[in-house]
C-alpha cells in the first residue's frame, strides 16, 4: 500500500516503513505526525484519488530527527561588468518515519 501525500509545498510517494526528508515540521523528536493531505492511495491494482484530497485519509509518521540539508552555491555573474556575486543555502529538513496509512 502506498499514498501520495503533500507537505511543504511539494508532493511525497510513501509507503509504510519509509524514511522521508521533508521541509520542517514544528515537532520534537519522537513526537507522532499526522499528514492529512492525502492525494492519492494506491494498494494492488485499486486507486483512489482525491478530488484534490481524500476526506478520512490520513499517513501517521514519527519525527526521527531534524537537521540542514548540503550546502547549495549560488553564483551569479555578468560578463564585462565587472559584476560577481556568491551566496550559499542550506534548507532545514525534519526526517520522517512513515509508521501507517489510513485511509
Do not use: W
Amino acid at each position: 500500500m502506498y499514498a501520495v501525500i503533500k507537505t511543504g509545498g511539494k508532493q511525497y510517494k510513501v509507503a509504510a516503513g519509509e524514511k522521508l526528508k521533508v521541509e520542517q515540521i514544528p515537532a520534537d523528536v519522537g513526537a507522532e505526525v499526522i499528514l492529512d493531505q492525502v492525494l492519492m492511495i494506491g494498494e494492488g491494482e485499486s486507486v483512489r484519488l482525491g478530488q484534490p484530497t481524500l476526506a478520512g485519509a490520513a499517513v501517521k509518521a514519527t519525527v526521527v530527527s531534524h537537521g540542514r540539508g548540503e550546502k547549495l552555491r549560488i553564483f551569479k555573474m555578468r560578463r564585462r561588468k565587472h559584476y560577481q556575486k556568491h551566496q550559499g543555502h542550506r534548507q532545514n529538513y525534519t526526517e520522517l518515519a512513515i509508521d501507517a496509512i489510513v485511509g
